[in-house]
Structure formats: C-alpha cells, structure tokens
C-alpha cells in the first residue's frame, strides 16, 4: 500500500530546504509552549521530570526512524552526531551545535549559541541549573542511546558558571565504551514506541532524483539541506512532523501522571497546542512567503506540522482551496494526538493559526470529532491568544537563520 501524497510535495527544493530548518525550529517551541504551563500547575521541579520524560521517551523513537529513513544506521559517534543535526530538540543555528570526530567511539561537540538558554536565563539560575544539568542529563544519554546503549555524553562544562566566560556555552564528550553499563529505557518509552505515529509509512526517497538521497557519507559541519532532492526532503519534513507527534505523545502521558483530573490534563494539552500553533503559523507564513487572504490562511493550515504527516493525519483542502477536510486518520487511533484535541468541539488552536495570517480570521468547524470540514471566516479583529503570548517568550519566535557553508568533518 503506498504512502499519502505529503502535505509538502507542491514545494520547491528551495522552499523544502527552508522548510526543514523552520520545522526543526518549531519542534523546539513546542517546549516553549507546554512547559510554561507545566510550571504553573506542578512547579519548577516536576516540569523538568516532564521534560525528562517527554524528550526521553521520544527521541531514541524518532531518532532511530531518521537514522532508517536517510539511510546513516550504525552505532558510532558519527550516527549520533547526524542525527542530533535531524532532532528537534537540537534546531539549526539556533542551538549552535558544533562537532569534533576524535574517532568511531569519541568525540565533543559543543554550542556556540543557545536559544533555549537565552529563553530560560531570565528566569535565574534555579532553571537554568534545572535544564542545563536536570533535563540535559539525562534526554543527552537517552538520545545517544538510540544509537548506542554503552554511549555517555558528559559535560566539560557548561551554565550556570560562578564567573562570566567567553567562548563556547557549553562543551560535552561523548564515548562509547565497552565497559559502560547499558542504559535502561525509560518506563514510559515502550508506550510511545507502540503508537501508531511510531510506525507511520512514510513514502521513500526516490534515487533517481536529483540530489542527495541520503546522509551516508561524512558529518558535515552544518546540515546541508540544500543538497538533498525533492523527494528526500519531503521525507525529512513528513519525518519531522512524526517527531512532533511523538513528542507531543510523550509530553501527554508524562502530564497525565501528574494532572490531578481530566480536566486539568485537557486545559494544558489544549494550551501547549494553541500557543505552538500561533508560532508555527506565522513563522511558516513568514519564511515560505505565504499570502494573507483566506486562501493564505488555509495553505497556512494544510502546512502545519500538528496536522501532519498527511500518512497520520488526513487533512487537505478540497478541489476549489475553499475549505480544509480533516477524515478518519490513524492519528485518531493515538490516545493524546493533537488530532484529537481538535474538531467541531474545539478550535482555538485552529483559531490562533489563521490569526497569525490576519487578525481579524478565525475559523468555522462543521462535522463531527473525526470527520470536519474548516472555513475562514472573516469578522472583528482579535488580540493574541494569550498561549501564543506565552511563546512568544521564546527568542526562537523570531529568530532568523543565517546562510552557512557546510564542510565535511574528519577525524581529528
């Protein structure tokens, strides 16, 4: 059975290239979004065992599916450094991660800049501490272990530090080595590892297109999206929307064990989506020149990532581009998806995407929870959404990226 035409394939490469970098950006900005509230209800401590659980429950997942998808398997340091360069915990430029091939079993890499300290520094040193050594812990080990169980990254140094310092923002290791004990999997892991979004068909790359079909070969000092053709980098996007789902999969059930009803556990689902979907929409708007009439705000949903890949989540407009069709999707079958969250009975985050096209859209839902039809309709003009407001904390809502130059590294 073949795979869903993507929701990406009328992109040029260009537009492709430029899609992957917002993508990994705004898979970043999902944290931005729910943690805030996470604070809120449960406080500083147990917002970072969410952030333990929800990283380290999705990312030895979608870390292996990229690995498999760009054809890079292995179990040395340079498999692990690619895929860090394909994680949305580690988007381009914006967390400035630089790399050093000592050999297959060691290597540093280290960031020259940090949004997510940037974001977190104001807040003072307790949650810089919480996320720079709390939080890095333990997801650093559980994303290299995707690769390899015996790889430990370890610190050289990084924030807080008891004087100001130049250079780097932090420095880390990382060996492979005989001698490690394995690590364990985290219990939540193997819930998220049997979802549906886990195992998503995703169409493959064709080779007979022009361009790199794959990242085997050598670490390049930046990812070179450019290189690759059409087809790989509509399956790097569909795979980055997978590693939202699964992202977002994991922040539920960890946010579950820790809500006190239902309630509680939906306010903060339907928060966290609603602020990520602003800030999505408008850095998608912004970066693929997207219009702002209705049909703008239209191809502005059909693009975003929470109602992506089009193999999860069954969302196009019809043939006049007049209205967006959500059916019956796989992703109904993924207790906690974002899919379900939305519908006739709900629409704010819908609502807080068009927004960001025109203050005055909004959205009308017709249908039932998992078959609806969505027009824009035009009325009044709205203020933010304060969950967008909240985001926007985030100097990854308006960050711009930079041109590069991407060289093949070697072993030092």
Same mark, same amino acid.
């Not at 952030?51 to 599916?65: D, F, K, L, M, N």
């Not at 949004?115 to 949650?127: F, I, K, Q, R």
């Not at 502005?300 to 089009?310: C, F, I, N, T, W």
């Given at each position: ?140 080990? +559980? ?6 169980? *015996? =790889?430990?990254?370890?610190? @050289?140094?990084?924030? !807080?530090?008891?004087? %100001? $310092? ?120 912004? +970066? ?6 209705? *049909? =703008?705000?239209?191809?502005? @949903?059909?693009?975003? !990532?929470?109602?992506? %890949? $089009? ?102």
């Amino acid at each position: 059975m073949s795979s869903p035409r993507s929701q990406y394939a009328d992109l040029s490469r260009d537009e492709l290239a430029t899609l992957v970098r917002e993508l990994l950006l705004i898979g970043q900005l999902i944290d931005r979004s729910g943690m805030a509230w996470c604070i809120s209800a449960f406080g500083r401590d147990e917002m970072a065992q969410v952030a333990i659980e929800e990283w380290g429950c999705a990312s030895p997942v979608y870390t292996q599916r990229m690995q498999r998808a760009l054809g890079f398997v292995g179990d040395d340091v340079p498999t692990i450094f690619k895929g860090l360069q394909l994680d949305i915990g580690a988007p381009h430029q914006f967390l400035d991660f630089r790399f050093k091939i000592l050999d297959a079993r060691h290597g540093e890499f280290w960031l020259d800049h940090c949004g997510a300290l940037a974001d977190v520094a104001p807040m003072g040193e307790d949650y810089v501490r919480a996320m720079c050594h709390d939080i890095e812990d333990p997801t650093f080990d +559980a994303t290299a272990v995707a690769t390899n169980r *015996r =790889a430990q990254i370890r610190p @050289l140094h990084r924030p !807080p530090y008891d004087a %100001p $310092r130049d250079g780097a923002v932090c420095h880390w290791t990382i060996t492979i080595d005989d001698s490690h004990a394995e690590a364990q999997d985290l219990p939540g892991l193997a819930a998220v590892r049997a979802s549906v979004a886990a195992e998503v068909a995703l169409a493959p790359v064709d080779p007979a297109e022009e361009g790199r079909a794959d990242y085997s070969g050598p670490v390049m000092s930046d990812f070179p999206a450019e290189d690759f053709s059409h087809s790989a980098l509509v399956l790097i996007a569909d795979e980055l929307c997978v590693q939202m789902q699964l992202l977002n999969l994991s922040f539920v059930q960890a946010v579950r064990a820790r809500a006190t009803d239902d309630e509680q556990l939906t306010t903060i689902l339907r928060k966290q989506l609603t602020g990520v979907a602003g800030v999505a929409a408008t850095r998608l708007r912004a +970066a693929l020149g997207l219009g702002s009439d209705e *049909r =703008a705000a239209l191809e502005v @949903l059909r693009l975003l !990532p929470m109602l992506g %890949p $089009r193999a999860y989540v069954d969302a196009s407009t019809d043939n006049d581009g007049d209205v967006l069709v959500v059916r019956r999707s796989p992703a109904h079958d993924d207790e906690g998806s974002w899919l379900r969250l939305l519908g006739p009975n709900w629409s704010a985050a819908l609502d807080a995407a068009v927004h960001a096209v025109d203050p005055r859209f909004s959205v009308e839902v017709a249908g039932t929870a998992e078959e609806w039809r969505l027009a824009v309709v035009v009325g009044e003009e709205r203020r933010v959404a304060d969950e967008v407001a909240v985001t926007r904390f985030s100097t990854g809502t308006d960050w711009e990226f930079e041109p590069r130059r991407s060289l093949p590294l070697t072993v030092v």
